[in-house]
C-alpha cells in the first residue's frame, strides 16, 4: 500500500494513503526508500511554518530512493535508477540567482516546506533536483546524503585546510557531520556539546568532544594552540552562549562561520572581529558540487556515517519520532522507511 | 624653539620643550612637518587610555616629516628624505607574527599610545617604520598618508570590483577616505551620515550621500539596486544603528567590512548572514603595501585630499582643535604643524 505521513498542525502527523502524482514534463516520480528527520522538520511540527505549509502537508527532504516514472523530456535517469534529489527550487530570474548563486534565491522554493516533500512512497519532483547514486551506496545510508552536503559546504566555504585545528560548536547530526568532514580535511576537530549522549557519540567516533558547561572551553582551545585561538570555528548551536563564544574562539585573522539558525538576534563582539581582524562567513543549503561530494565521500565508505542513524523506523513512526527528538534525549538521526522494499 | 604636545590627563594638553631622543642603532629622528589629529587621539584624550599611555604623553600617529638624524646601521635612508612612519612594532613573536599577521600582533605596540608620538619638532623611531615620501608629495598632505593606509587595507580586504554598489556607513575622515579609494576602484560609493557638514562635504566630493535620518537607507539601496542590495558594506560609524542595518543592506553573498572601533558589543542579525550567506570581515590597521598604495594614490593628485583638511593649526592649537573635534560640528581632519620650517 502507497502511504504518507501528513503534518496537520497541533504537533500532529497522520499516515494516510499517497496520492501519487503523475510526473509532469521534466518531473521524475521516485519510490523514496529512506528519509531522514531534519532539526527544521522540527521546527515546522512547533508550528513555525503553519503560514508557510499547506495542510495537511507532506513533508521531508532527506532522502534516497529509486527512479519510478520518467516524464517527457528528462534524459540521463531512468525506471530503476538510485537517486537523492537536492531539495531546491530557485527562480532562476532573481538578482542572486543571476549571480551565480540560485542555491540562496531571493524567493527560493525549498521542497519538503514549499512543495510535497519525500515522507510517501512516492514522491514527484523536478529532474534538475537529481543526483544519481552509485550501487555500491545503501539506500538506507544514502539518507545522509542531503546533510552530509550541508557539511561539505560549511567546510568547503570555510576553506578548512590540512592541519588546521577547528572547533564545531553543536554536536549534533550537522556539527558532527562537519567534524567527519573537516578530519577527512586531515584538519583536527574539537566538537563542543551540552548533550551527555552526543558528547558520548562524539568520542566514540574518535573526537575530541568538550561540554562547555563543565570546561572553560575558550581557555581549553588557547592552551591546545599556545594562545593562537582556532583556525576556523563553526557555530551550529544557535545559542547566545555560541555567538559569544565564537569571537573568543577564533585566532588573529580566524574564519567563523554560522550554520545555526538563529530564531533570536545575538550579540556579537563586533570590537573583537575588528581587532583580530576576523571573519565571519554565513553558509546555507549546498551547492550542486557540495552533493557530489557529498555522494562521493558517503560511497566511499570513509566516513562512518551509519553510526549517527539511531533508528530505522516506518512511516507510522513519524509522529513518535518527532516527540523523541523534541525531548533531545538519546537520539541522533532517525530515518524513515517509505516504501515496503526499500534497498 | 623645539616644541612637543603633552597630553596630562583631565582632557588637557600642554604645550611644552620637546626632548629630543637621541636614534639609537636601527632608529632614525625625524623632523616632524604635519602630524593629523585622529579619532583614536579623541578617545585617549576622553581618558580611555589613561592605563595605557605614560603621562605626561607625547601622542599623534599622522605623520610626515624629513629625516633629521640616522642611527647605526640603518640604510637606504638619509638626513633630508621625505618620510612618513607606520606606527607599528609587532612582537615578531607571537602566533599572530608567525603566522604573518604582524600588522595585528598580539602584542602590537601602536607608536602613538604605546610608544611616544608624532606631536613634537623631533621624533625618534624605528627605521622599519619608515615609508619614503615622493618629493612630488607636499608634506601637508602627506600627512594624511596614514589613515589614507587605513582605507586602502580596508577596501583591499573587502576586494572592491570595479561596477560594484558599496555603502559606506560614516561619513568621517576614515568612510571618506574609504569612499574615495573605493570610487577610484571603478566602484559606486553612496555614504550615510548624519552629520550635516559631513553629508555636505561628501556631496561637494561628489558622492551620493544619504542622512539615514531623513531618508530609509535599506530602501534607498534596494531600489537603486533593483532589490539585490549592496555588493559591500563598510561600517565606520560604530553605533548600535550600524550594527543593525549592515546586514539589511547587503546582497546575496554581500560583503561586510568592520572598520569602526565599537566601544559596546551590538546586536547582529546571523539569521540575515545564514539566510544571504553574508560575510562579514573586521579590518585593523595596515599592511606595509597599504602604505605603498596609499602613498602612490597620494602623489597621483588623483584623490581630492585637499578637501578633507578642515585646518592646520600650530601645536598651541592642539587642545583647542581636540575641543572642536568633541563637539561634532563642522570639521573634518585637523592637521598640525610641528616645526617650524615645514614643507
Redesign the interface.
Known sequence: MLKAAYYEGNQSVRVGACAPVPPAPGQVQIEVSHCGICGSDLHMFHGAMDQRVHMPFVFGHEMSGAIARVGEGVNGFSPGDHVTVRPIDPCGE???CR?G?SH?C?RLKFIGFDAPGALQSLWTVPAHTLHRLPASLPLEKAALVEPLSVACHDVR?AGVRKGEYVVIQGGGPIGILIALVVRNTGARAVISEVNPFRLSLARELGFEAVNPKETDLVKHVMDA?????ADVVF?VSGSAAG?ETITQLA???GRIV??????H????????????????????VYEPEDFEQAIALAASGTLPLERLISEVCPLEGVQSALNRLESGGEVMKILVRCSEDEG
Chains 1, 2 share one sequence.
Open positions: 532573481c538578482p542572486a549571480a548563486h540562496v531571493q566555504l594552540t599556545r594562545t593562537a585561538g557555530e555567538a585566532r588573529v585573522r554560522v550554520v545555526a539558525i538563529f530564531s538576534v545575538p550579540k556579537v563582539d563586533l570590537f573583537r572581529i575588528f581587532w583580530r581582524e576576523l571573519s565571519l562567513q554565513g553558509t546555507r
